[in-house]
T-cell receptor, first 113, second 115 residues
Framework: AQKITQTQPGMFVQEKEAVTLDCTYDTSDPSYGLFWYKQPSSGEMIFLIYQGSYDQQNATEGRYSLNFQKARKSANLVISASQLGDSAMYFCAVKTSYDKVIFGPGTSLSVIP | DVKVTQSSRYLVKRTGEKVFLECVQDMDHENMFWYRQDPGLGLRLIYFSYDVKMKEKGDIPEGYSVSREKKERFSLILESASTNQTSMYLC??????????????FGQGTRLTVV
């Protein structure tokens, strides 16, 4: 069965600093996709970034980048130049070849002015 | 704009009631999902469907059933609501693909309280 682990229940970061949110996954599927979502206090889930298991390059989207280490089954999210609006819950998710999307327990990020 | 709409934002039901949570998407997506979200546990998959009349159990299907009679609508049913089903319920949809994105699109969530 697929499983996502996010070991940091809560994180703090100073405004304008970079922060790394950890994610490890466990899947036996040869092909899969990894996602990160953001959930602000308002509740909506916002897609941030995607990495395919066969992608050679790490994905980047603006201030977000995904540090993908396939052998370690790790897909950490790096947020550069943190902003107050980045305070939210962050969820890592894996989508397998059977279209099933599994989420991790989430990390709460607080950005300090 | 893509849209996933859940019928209620807040719902209060009594123990033992049959509860229907409705989700409609207007993106012609094949896949639809129901999750529940609890503090410290994240999102847990209850059921998903990859086609009309098709359904697959997720990680926590006990006490729930689903219905997908039309492509755009995916209903979650609590046959006999219990207090431990008090939670936030999130519906999502995505295009059918063997592997790659697009990502799942989420509804605004239904906060269900069972008293």
């Amino acid at each position: 069965a697929q499983k996502i682990t996010q070991t940091q229940p809560g994180m703090f970061v100073q405004e304008k600093e970079a922060v790394t949110l950890d994610c490890t996954y466990d899947t036996s599927d040869p092909s899969y996709g990894l996602f990160w979502y953001k959930q602000p206090s308002s509740g909506e889930m916002i897609f941030l970034i995607y990495q395919g298991s066969y992608d050679q390059q790490n994905a980047t989207e603006g201030r977000y980048s995904l540090n993908f280490q396939k052998a370690r089954k790790s897909a950490n999210l790096v947020i550069s130049a943190s902003q107050l609006g980045d305070s939210a819950m962050y969820f890592c998710a894996v989508k397998t070849s059977y279209d099933k999307v599994i989420f991790g327990p989430g990390t709460s990020l607080s950005v300090i002015p | 704009d893509v849209k996933v709409t859940q019928s209620s934002r807040y719902l209060v039901k009594r123990t033992g009631e049959k509860v229907f949570l409705e989700c409609v998407q207007d993106m012609d997506h094949e896949n639809m999902f129901w999750y529940r979200q609890d503090p410290g546990l994240g999102l847990r998959l209850i059921y998903f469907s990859y086609d009309v009349k098709m359904k697959e159990k997720g990680d926590i299907p006990e006490g729930y059933s689903v219905s997908r009679e039309k492509k755009e609508r995916f209903s979650l049913i609590l046959e006999s609501a219990s207090t431990n089903q008090t939670s936030m319920y999130l519906c999502a949809s995505s295009l059918r693909s063997d592997l790659f994105p697009p990502e799942a699109f989420f509804g605004q969530g239904t906060r269900l309280t069972v008293v």
